[in-house]
Each structure stands twice: as structure tokens, then as C-alpha cells.
């Protein structure tokens, strides 16, 4: 994989050496990444964290606060379009109190915003500096005005329109900045799929093809580009990776071959955690200590065996254990474990997986046992009995992961099994997570809230890079 179009970046200003003699950017200081951007800041180990000035090549600036390599804090941003906001930041985006002066003649508005476009919340709208309705003016409360053609043109200058193309699929296409996006939703995940055109200084560098998510480069992808050749490449959220992810591999299944318990986590969109998971495993796994090590993976809850299946795609050498509290010869109570044990039956048929039976996944000396014939555990998933109060039931899970791989994943993290309930998660349970140390993501926003309960949690042994995440962690 080769991007012509991705030079080196160049810094100047004062460094930091720490005991063992590597090196930070820290200080004053000023970096160029040619065809992208500059920026002259406060640098701390080799983040911007302080007052800080940043221009892109595309028109886009942002003086203010920035704590980690994002905004942070009270700063002005200004779009390529002219619009800009003056006001509080956090996270990256604008959110708090400030001024959004519009891209439309005249029309400001004043108060609470929240998300990348400073969408207007609560306070007042000005039309050239006196205060107005929405009734009076041609946009709605997100600051969006609609054309005759149907043409969307929002606060900040972005163009957003549909049709129907020559397949009778509707297809979105959104200009921004220097990049012109043409995407449509495709079953069974509801990703979007498209491309995306990328321009320097007005002449075309770039096309994308493949699969969105959080509006960002996600699975396996085809790139051409202006003076190189074309390429293949795998992504995960906007960063390309040289190794297959879960994503990638269930894009690549055909229609018949998608499975329930697959199609569940990438609709909910969970795969984003599942592939920054693979990530992690695989740079923990070059540490010489692990080089010829296998991953020990246990999921609790077997079902059918189709995620079991999955797993051993996404990880082809690890060692693959199935936890169940069923066993062959249980004698069902009721409809629900008949169907249980029916698809347990089915999923025991696959002999390259290892199935501990009987096992029950909140006993401490059954997760004991467990770790005793197959060793520290690496990835374990939780996706057996679901609701508001398990997490604090996994402290054993947690206790028995590998000191330097080990990840525990609980998908509809404290929350009610029930899909459809508005009131499917209880906050309390999530305030009282996070105070134990799990990280969890709200990852309704990615699926349209077709799910409501689609929280996920993990911990880890180590620090979990989750940073294209950020503004779905809780």
C-alpha cells in the first residue's frame, strides 16, 4: 500500500527526552504536513495540549485551546464557507455556549451548541444582529436551508442532496470542505456504502471506494489516486491497517452465508469496538514475550456457534473456547431452552472449537477451571445472559485476563435485553461502571437508534486506543 499523497510531516520547536531517551515534541512549537495542514502550539509529550493556532489546506482554521490533540476548551472556528463559531469545546467538537454565525446572509445564532457542526440546542437567533423566530426566518433549528431542488445547505456550508440512481437506490451526496461524498444505506448491515472524491487546490487526488461508518473509511476498501497506483487496504475508522478485521471479513460473506449473531453486531455497530479489539491484540501480540504465543479467545454464551465461526476467520491461529451453561444431555423446562439446546447441538458439530459445557460464566471456580486448562484469557466476550446489573458480575472474567493482551467485552452493557424499550438503559448502572473502570460507548447514534440498548463495554489490562471513538464513549 503506497499513499502518494501522504508526505512526511516536519516539526520545529523544543523537545522533551524522558529516562530511557526517546524523544517528545514539548514546548513551543510549529509542524507542516504538506497538502494538509499547519499548526503552531503548545506541545506536551508530543500532543498539542495548550493554546494553539491550526490552519488546513482547505481553508479551515481553529484558534483556541487544545488538550491532547483536540479541541478543547474556548476556541474560534472557522469553515472554508466563511461561517464560524466562537465559543466552548469539548472533545473535539463544539459543545457549550457560544456565537454560530451561519453561512446564510445575516443569521447567527446565540447559545448551547453540541456536535461537529455546532447544531444549535438552546438560545437565540439574530438576523442581521436582531433577535428573530425560526418562524421568521427560512431554516429549521438546525440551522439548515432547504432549496427548491431539494438541496440542503446546513449552518456551516455543506451541501447535502438525494436521488435515485439508475438502480432506483437513493443515494446521498454531501459536499464539504475539499471532499464530495456519494453514498447509499445497503442491507444487511445498513452501512453506508459509496465513494468518496478528494481534491488539493482545486484538481482531483483521490477516490475512494467502500464502506462508511461514523462517516469515516471502514473495512476493506479500493483506492485510486493521481500519480501512484491504485490500491486494496483495510480500514478501521478512517486509519488504514495492513491485516484483516472483523468488518472486513463480514463484508466479504455472501448474503447466505450472514449469520444472526454476526448481522446483530454489525448492525448495532459493534464491530468498531470488535475491530479496535483486533488492533489491540495484534500490537500487544509483538511484544517478544507474545511473538509465538496464541490468543486464548473465550466467548460466554455459544448459541448456534456462528460468532465462534466468525472468530476463528478474524483470529485463524487462536485458540477458540465456547462457554455455555447448557449441557447435550439437559432436559429443557420450556420452549425457550428446547431452542438453546437445539442450536447448541448444532454449534458442538464445529470440533475445531473447544466447548466448556455446564460452565456458568458468574461462578468464580468454573472461570478457574477454565483459565487452568487453557491458560490466561485474551479476548473474552460476554454475550450470555444480558442485563442492567451483569457487568458487576464479571469481576472473576476480568481477574483471569492475560496481564499484557487481556480484553473483556459485554455487549448491551448495562442495559435490558429488550431492544425496543426507550428506557432500556439504567444510567445509575452505567455511572456506577465507569466508576469500576469499564469504558463503555453509546453506539446508538451509528445504527439511526434502531437499537436502544446498544451500549458496549470492555476492560482491558492495558490502555485501549479507542480515540475514533471518542465522541460515542460515555
Avoid at 506536551?44 to 495548550?50: A, P
Wanted: aromatic letters at 10%; charged letters at 25%.
Amino acid at each position: 500500500m503506497r499513499d502518494y499523497y501522504s508526505p512526511r510531516r516536519t516539526y520545529v520547536g523544543h523537545y522533551k527526552f524522558d529516562e530511557h531517551n526517546t524523544y517528545f515534541e514539548h514546548g513551543l512549537g510549529y509542524y507542516d504536513v504538506p497538502l494538509t495542514g499547519k499548526c503552531a502550539a503548545q506541545f506536551d509529550h508530543g500532543t498539542v495540549s495548550g493554546v494553539a493556532v491550526k490552519t488546513w489546506q482547505h481553508g479551515e482554521k481553529y484558534i483556541g485551546e487544545y488538550s491532547l490533540d483536540k479541541k478543547q476548551g474556548v476556541g474560534v472556528h472557522v469553515w472554508p464557507s466563511g461561517a464560524r463559531y466562537y465559543g466552548q469545546f469539548d472533545r473535539n467538537m463544539p459543545e457549550g455556549y457560544g456565537v454560530l454565525e451561519t453561512v446564510h446572509k445575516g443569521i447567527k445564532f446565540v447559545g448551547k451548541v453540541s456536535g461537529m457542526i455546532a447544531t444549535p440546542q438552546m438560545g437565540q437567533w439574530y438576523k442581521d444582529d436582531k433577535p428573530v423566530t425560526l418562524e421568521e426566518l427560512e431554516i429549521d433549528g438546525a440551522g439548515c436551508l432547504t432549496l427548491e431542488d431539494g438541496t440542503v445547505i446546513n449552518a456551516v456550508g455543506e451541501r447535502i442532496k438525494k436521488y435515485q440512481n439508475e438502480d432506483g437506490e437513493w443515494v446521498t451526496r454531501h459536499e464539504e470542505k475539499n471532499i464530495v461524498t456519494e453514498h447509499r444505506i445497503v442491507p444487511p448491515f445498513n452501512f453506508h456504502v459509496g465513494k468518496r472524491d478528494t481534491t488539493h487546490y482545486g484538481d482531483w487526488i483521490r477516490t475512494y471506494y467502500g464502506h462508511f461508518l461514523s462517516g469515516r473509511y471502514h473495512g476493506k476498501a479500493h483506492v485510486q489516486q493521481l500519480g501512484a497506483p491504485d490500491y486494496d487496504v483495510n480500514w478501521i475508522l478512517g486509519s488504514p491497517v495492513e491485516f484483516d478485521t472483523y468488518s472486513s471479513h463480514a463484508f466479504e460473506l455472501q448474503p447466505h452465508e450472514v449469520s444472526r449473531a454476526v448481522e446483530r453486531r454489525m448492525t448495532r455497530k459493534y464491530c468498531a469496538i470488535y475491530d479496535l479489539a483486533v488492533q489491540h491484540l495484534i500490537e500487544k501480540s509483538k511484544h517478544p514475550h507474545y511473538v509465538n504465543k496464541p490468543l486464548v479467545i473465550v466467548e460466554f454464551g455459544v448459541g448456534r456457534g456462528d460468532h465462534l465461526k466468525h472468530l476463528q476467520k478474524v483470529f485463524p491461529k487462536a485458540k477458540i473456547i465456547g462457554v455455555d451453561l447448557l449441557t447435550l444431555d439437559h432436559v429443557a423446562k420450556n420452549e425457550l431452552e428446547q431452542q438453546q439446546l437445539s442450536d447448541l447441538r448444532v454449534a458442538v458439530q464445529n470440533d475445531t472449537v473447544r466447548y466448556e459445557l455446564g460452565k456458568d460464566c458468574y461462578d468464580q471456580q468454573a472461570i478457574y477451571d477454565i483459565v487452568s486448562r487453557h491458560g490466561k484469557i485474551d479476548l473474552a466476550i460476554h454475550d450470555a445472559t444480558h442485563g442492567t446489573q451483569v457487568w458487576d458480575q464479571l469481576e472473576t472474567v476480568r481477574e483471569c485476563l492475560d496481564p499484557h493482551r487481556g480484553i473483556l467485552i459485554s455487549e448491551e452493557m448495562c442495559s435490558t435485553p429488550d431492544h425496543r424499550d426507550e428506557k432500556s438503559v439504567d444510567w445509575r448502572q452505567v455511572k456506577l461502571a465507569k466508576q469500576k473502570g469499564w469504558r463503555i460507548w453509546d453506539l446508538r447514534p451509528l445504527n439511526y437508534h434502531s437499537h436502544t440498548n446498544s451500549l458496549i463495554g470492555i476492560q482491558t489490562s492495558r490502555k485501549f486506543e479507542a480515540d475514533q471513538l471518542s465522541l460515542y464513549e460515555v
